[in-house]
């Protein structure tokens, strides 16, 4: 299946691969290659991108989006809304759409998830969290194909051009690839800190869950269960069950996905057992051994399988706030140990 | 509670009202202890984790003693740079105490260049200084052990002639007492010598790990330092030891709920060979392992399980079920030991520069140092000398009730000891005489009253702490022992506002969340009353409570610091501990259903 070359499987790139397969692609395919437990899939690469955007001519106006200043929304909206409906609009060259097509075959014509994978995102400058477009309970190759396109468009977002224009990021080399991937019916799903995101603390790690999807916690719908485990130990250190009133989950129909009310019985109920929680944070270690710095994991537990085995990662990103804090060394050897205690002892110690 | 601008405070010690019916508690304890007008403008903290029962009058020689050698420590010997010494005053009978900064910027300069290099001594011989330590402390509690206390019979010993010493034995009551007094102070004068030291090494490792791992708890910081060889944990283990004789020798049986060990012992002779064979086991353990107290050796009422059998034999009972069962009834050392390594080398792993991990190795390493001190000294004083030094006052005690003075053996403690001296000079004077010493018309009435005025105070809850928010809180033990931080200051400042409410917070001491009934105990001679899955609530956890921690749910204190014993052996047990609570005790009434949350410090009462 090596098709027209723009498509690659997942198990077939690897997070040097982020210019072909985008932030997002690059990471799962990596984890993939690793072993990690990662959904089955496939990436629309960025070539792809780059060839319909050659086809419809849309150079000259991605200068002039780069010349409006970052504050000009509706400058910035205009000129965004008529590439994107070019884009939306363009048909698929029959190559490409059938590459799609064979490949959401091969991965058994399941309900699959459709993501945006810019080649600009998750690179550890900046994380572009949640800026573009991401479709869940996506059925049949026409609406794959369909939201592919829609993923490229979404990097002409009023929100993904604007935050471009406020980091000075240039327009031209920027390319969309586009993750397919099977779909987890998640039972609860979350995400996972592998160092304090209120403190930096290394020697944690912080998660969040709650019930359905993901998108619930990452699109603030519901206050999560929040957890800190400790890395040394594997003890669940701190916990926060909170009452989660709010859900997200596929649409009747099984197209898409709706919010919900969590039904009363589970409302105040812990989302993960001891083991789940245990489970994710071995996992956070390893991926981070695996990256060798911190990082920001989303996740969700599948409801239809056997307890321990529903596990999946669904993305895995340097997380950004922390690291880009200056480090200050917070102590340095001396020429005696206990010349720290001179030190320590020879000053106040405010109350 | 907050943004109003004011500076929150406590009640002043002028404030404090006396409690009807003990009116006259300052005719019992010395001038020098009593609050001053002026002490109104300084921060106390009431020290319940070493007095948190009213002070018969005897017993402030533990506040007294003890506080002359930890200032001398700190303010005179190795001149610590920030702090002086550590002052106390008594209302009420409960022991408040403070420590005096030095916040002069020259001051502190001057006083951390003699510091470096006394200390310096110190950290750098430590090894070859704390084995002579051992020695010294040895030889002084052979002494107090050989303190005869004068029997002054009708006539006096004939070697006195023979041997023509010249002295007869009336002389050597006052010597003898005076002796025992000098050797409590120069003990006193050993237990601090490295001590606080050794707070100095773990307030450093403490405050880097704060710093470099925001999160990280108390507890955690406390098990890469934890010594796992501890002699206070000698006791528990020969207990343990022993029942495992008594299952492998057969005679198991003897030891159930509620036994004598009057008729254990008897019944065990009546054995033959496997009887012996344990009774020679418990006499190798006893000596010097049963000579820890009950308390932790502020109270002449904290006895050693030597004075008291009744104590450890409480406890084998249970870990005879444990051997019987087949679990290991001894610790885990060497699991223990591979852990606290792999925590430590963990975190050193996490931290993120060559220069960083060069300085943990340097504080761990100094902690590792001078721990075994700070672990074991406890055992040398608070214990073995101290039970031993009560004995030999209890015999005086002895010796004043026969010469009238007193009404029983016991009621010497409800004296100061410059009482004692005069009540002393009294018998001797009337065994010279041949008369009657005049001490009972005076002395039992005196006794009587200070009972009765203990009995009332007992009731009265001290507030944890007195005066303005201090302005530094410079001294290593204060931080480390007492656990008095910002943040205790916090709690403790909250404690008045959240008296109506069913949350009490202290420090998350031990992990684990627990929900049982709580008993309340004031007083570790009520230890007997605690029920098997109980959550026992205290002013304090004493680490020789440590044999009931196999039977109880979880512990609640008033004050304590995580690096207390109570908390490193709770933490052993898998036991959810909250500390520091500063209320517990008042708040809490035995009989009710409490949640105790040893994760986040917190204690719900349910109803």
């Known amino acids: 299946m090596a098709g027209s070359g723009f498509v690659r499987r997942l198990p077939d790139i690897a997070i040097a691969d982020r210019q072909l397969a985008g932030g997002k692609g690059s990471s799962l395919g990596e984890l993939t290659r690793a072993g990690f437990p990662v959904p089955d899939g496939y990436v629309v690469t960025a070539p792809a991108f780059e060839q319909m955007l050659a086809a419809l001519g849309q150079q000259a106006s991605l200068g002039e989006i780069e010349r409006l200043p970052a504050g000009d929304h509706a400058g910035i909206e205009r000129a965004a809304a008529s590439i994107r409906r070019r884009i939306e609009n363009a048909p698929l060259p029959a190559g490409l759409r059938t590459s799609i097509a064979d490949h959401y075959r091969a991965l058994g014509g399941a309900p699959v998830a459709v993501r945006s994978s810019a080649t600009a995102e998750d690179g550890g400058e900046a994380s572009f969290a949640g800026l573009q477009d991401t479709y869940l309970w996506t059925r049949g190759p026409e609406a794959v194909a369909e939201h592919v396109r829609k993923c490229w468009a979404s990097l002409y977002s009023l929100e993904s051009v604007s935050y471009r224009r406020r980091i000075g990021l240039p327009e031209a080399g920027l390319a969309m690839a586009v993750v397919v991937q099977r779909m987890v019916d998640a039972r609860c799903a979350g995400v996972m800190f592998t160092r304090s995101p209120t403190t930096g603390d290394r020697s944690v790690i912080a998660l969040e869950a709650s019930w359905g999807l993901g998108s619930a916690i990452v699109g603030g719908a519901v206050t999560p269960d929040t957890y800190r485990i400790s890395k040394v130990t594997g003890e669940i250190v701190r916990r926060q069950v909170a009452v989660k009133v709010r859900l997200h989950r596929m649409a009747l129909g099984g197209q898409g996905i709706v919010e919900d009310d969590v039904p009363v019985n589970l409302q105040a109920a812990a989302c993960l057992s001891d083991e789940e929680i245990r489970a994710l944070a071995r996992l956070g270690r390893h991926i981070e051994d695996h990256y060798g710095a911190p990082q920001d994991i989303e996740w969700a537990i599948a409801g239809d399988r056997r307890a321990g085995e529903g596990l999946f990662l669904l993305q895995s990103r340097p997380e950004t706030v922390w690291a880009h804090r200056e480090p200050t060394p917070l102590a340095a050897p001396k020429a005696t140990p206990f010349s720290h205690v001179v030190e320590l002892l020879g000053k106040n110690l405010p109350s | 509670m907050e943004g109003n601008g004011v500076t929150r405070g406590f009640p002043l010690p002028s404030e404090i009202a006396d409690v009807p019916g003990a009116e006259g508690w300052r005719s019992m304890y010395p001038y020098f202890t009593r609050f001053q007008p002026e002490d109104d403008q300084r921060f106390w903290f009431y020290n319940s984790m070493h007095f948190p029962e009213p002070m018969p009058v005897f017993d402030t020689i533990t506040a007294e003693i003890p506080y002359s050698a930890i200032g001398a420590n700190t303010a005179r010997i190795f001149v610590f740079p920030t702090t002086l010494g550590i002052e106390h005053r008594i209302v009420n009978g409960r022991v408040y105490i403070t420590a005096i900064p030095v916040t002069d910027p020259a001051e502190i300069a001057r006083r951390a260049a003699i510091f470096e290099e006394r200390a310096g001594y110190y950290y750098q011989n430590w090894d070859r200084l704390q084995s002579g330590w051992k020695a010294r402390m040895e030889s002084l509690i052979r002494e107090i052990g050989a303190i005869e206390v004068p029997q002054l019979p009708e006539f006096d010993d004939p070697r006195v002639v023979m041997d023509a010493t010249g002295v007869a034995q009336n002389h050597y009551v006052r010597e003898n007492f005076h002796r025992c007094i000098d050797l409590f102070s120069t003990m006193w004068h050993h237990h601090t010598e490295f001590l606080m030291l050794g707070y100095g090494a773990y307030v450093v490792f403490f405050e880097f790990c704060k710093k470099a791992f925001p999160e990280i708890g108390d507890q955690m910081v406390a098990r890469m330092v934890a010594g796992i060889d501890v002699m206070m944990y000698r006791p528990d283990d020969e207990l343990r030891r022993l029942a495992k004789l008594a299952v492998e020798w057969g005679v198991d049986d003897l030891f159930t709920d509620d036994c004598d060990p009057g008729k254990v012992f008897a019944a065990l002779r009546d054995r033959g060979e496997p009887g012996r064979r344990w009774l020679a086991g418990f006499e190798e353990a006893r000596e010097p392992w049963f000579n820890v107290s009950t308390g932790d050796g502020f109270y002449h009422h904290h006895r050693s399980w030597n004075d008291d059998l009744t104590v450890p034999f409480a406890a084998l009972p249970r870990y005879v079920a444990l051997v019987r069962a087949g679990q290991e009834a001894t610790r885990p050392t060497e699991a223990l030991r591979v852990e606290r390594e792999r925590i430590a080398a963990e975190y050193r792993g996490l931290l ?256």
Request: charged letters at 20%; hydrophobic letters at 45%; proline letters at 5%.
């Open chain 2, 352 to 607: 993120t520069s060559e220069d960083e991990r060069a300085a943990f190795d340097q504080m761990l390493g100094l902690c590792r140092l001078v721990f075994p001190y700070v672990e074991d000294h406890k055992f040398y004083c608070e214990h073995w000398f101290t039970t031993l030094f009560f004995q030999r006052i209890r015999e005086f005690g002895g010796l004043l009730h026969r010469a009238g003075v007193l009404a029983e053996d016991e009621d010497i403690f409800h004296l100061h000891h410059t009482e004692i001296d005069q009540a002393l000079s009294d018998v001797m004077l009337a065994w010279a005489a041949g008369g009657n010493a005049l001490g009972g018309r005076h002395f039992q009435p005196i006794v009587a009253e200070r009972k009765q005025m203990l009995e009332v105070l007992r009731d009265w809850s001290p507030p944890p702490a007195l005066g303005p928010m201090p302005e530094a809180l410079n001294d290593p033990a204060v931080r480390m022992l007492w656990g008095v931080t910002a943040q205790t200051l916090e709690v403790w400042s909250h404690a008045s506002d959240a008296a109506h409410s069913r949350e009490i917070h202290g420090y998350a001491a031990s992990s684990g969340v627990v929900e049982g009934i709580a008993r309340v105990l004031r007083d570790v001679n009520e230890i007997g009353q605690i029920r098997a899955g109980e959550i026992l609530v205290c002013p304090v956890t004493a680490p020789s409570w440590g044999p009931v921690f196999g039977k109880i749910a979880a512990t609640v204190s008033d004050i304590g610091g995580t690096m207390s014993h109570a908390a490193i052996i709770a933490r052993e047990y898998g036991m959810p501990a909250v500390v520091g609570t500063g209320q517990a005790t008042k708040r809490i009434k035995t009989g009710q259903r409490i949640r105790v949350d040893g994760d986040r410090g917190i204690v719900h009462i349910l109803g």
